[in-house]
């Protein structure tokens, strides 16, 4: 908006494009002379999370495409983060070992990725309660995981085995392990949260 009040409208797509009305004799340099309406600002909660969910587009953890296909197809991605939805405060990370860090192509429902995962939990709060969240999102995953991907009629594994689970708690964590395990998004989850839940990071 401009000192005169004058608006200047376009729109943004998802496609990172953007639309200026045709009024303007050179799109290019529509925003110069505009600066921010002051009509619509972020509070310092919602200012929080757009700079969490930035960081986020920037730090995305890198599985196989195939991996992250059959997570999508098996509906496993989308129960996972609602499962972590309401324990999120007690859950900052969530880690997967997808192959034990090996990159291999996989083809049909019985080649099978391996998968062991590391359940985070906080200690600065509440560390029992955080422990028995952690414990409980632990026992629903591994629920999970045998009713998406263990639905033949001999109860084999399918698509993606889930090796292992474990809990730990973000004081025993070292270091090095956190250089070598790969974190699991679920941000878009975190940001839609009332109460904002923190995105799965350390």
Known sequence: MTGTD????????ASKRVRVQKEHKDPSKAFVSYEPTRAALMNGQERSIFQRWLAARYRRSSFPDEFDRRLRDTKVADRLARLFKESGN?????????DQGTERTREGSDDLYELAILVLYKTDEDPETAEEAALAAAKAIDELFLSRCRTGANQAWEWIELTEINVISDEALTYGQSLNLIRWQADYVSLRSDPAQPIFDV
């Open 6 to 13: 004058e608006h200047l409208l376009c729109e943004f797509d």
């Open 90 to 98: 007690h859950i900052p990370a969530v880690f997967f070992d997808v």
